[in-house]
């Protein structure tokens, strides 16, 4: 069942190789190997390498898409006037229906660690921090084996986070760091000026470092001949077709979505951006491409990289449903939104499941009440999955309140 397998955290995905962070998904290198291939690792001043980045626009892959250069100038910055900066590398997947992270511990681990050993050489860190996710068993002990395999100058940390979906947080990973429990708290100044006890830190995810230490390692000619001249590059994606497995792949900006979406996965409702997602469809995103910019144009956020195509026996309300249940479980329950405004969204969204009366005016209320309210992002992402069920998909919510849904046993599972 789609709504429930989504839920469920899967190690066991199909890594397709890719031009660049996934060249090797065939034979993983393991650290000498990755040495003999790629060479030493150069040691690049500060400046430099933040011009290096913006020179091909480097965005986070986090999700925000914030720029790269600016962030590391921000610590960079602080460097100067503050404690030593401190790098740490998100690797900790929070997001269910992502495995980005994992294709990268088993195919390019080491990858991702020299984009950010380079960096904390440039900034004279002597940490570097690695969060792993602690409900991947199997990732994470690819993710130590890498950190041993390393000579570095740098002293390397492993953390291991509780399996929740806010764990991934920049907040909750300083929080975790800190020996507290990591789960976001308010903050008032970015880890880039006031991070790991209170030092500027350089904080990003996995893929973003991957891209740094290759963009360091194949020079920036190999990333500008790739992808379109407003987004070089590549980009990992997370792609869940009906009737395949849980496949990662490498695409360049500017491929058409056509090129990874077959024709028999157009036929219902699609989740673009993973869990804080948005839900379309496929003529809304026909002539779309692999690009933040052309999705966002369209209503539709990358995100976290995840493609969800349902197949035509498959229900996006039920869907909805059990992520909004599960999203509201998953909270830190440190601020209203979250402690009261999830709950009453999952059962306005299970109430459009059931046909009860007044659900959908609840639903649609209560998007507008959580949204911007939060201490972090997580009750706006869930808003914006509720919100775009209600104004992408109006025929699927129509059919339910007429009780004419595909998706029965979703439909049971959450009513019961």
Known sequence: MRGRSLLDVTEDVRIQAGSALLRHAGAPLDGE?????????PRVDVRDLQALVA?????????????FARKLGAVADRAGVARRPVVVVNASEGEPASAKDAALAQTAPHLVLDGAALSAAALGA??????????R????????QAVLERDDRVRWHVHATEPRFVAGQSHAVLELLAGRP?????AWQPAAVVGHRGRPTLLSNAETWAQVGRLALD???AVLAEGTAEEPGTTLLTLHLPGQPVTVVEAEHGTALGQLVPPSARRGPLLVGGFHGTWTTWSALATASVSPTDLQRRGVALGAGVVIALGPEECALGTTALIVEHLARQSAGRCGPCVNGLPALARSVAGLLRAEPGAHAEAARLTGLVAGRGACAHPDGTARLVGSLLTALPAEV??????????AGLRQEVAS
């Open 33 to 41: 190997a990755h040495r003999h291939r790629y060479g030493p690792l």
């Open 55 to 67: 020179g091909v626009g480097l965005r986070g892959r986090g999700g925000a898409g914030f720029p």
């Open 126 to 135: 002597r940490e570097v921090h690695v969060v792993v996710p602690g409900d």
């Open 137 to 144: 068993p199997r990732v994470r002990a690819l993710w130590h």
């Open 182 to 186: 990591g789960l976001p708290v308010t």
């Open 219 to 221: 020079g920036p000619r």
């Open 398 to 407: 129509d059919a339910h309140a007429d009780g004419g849904c595909t998706g």
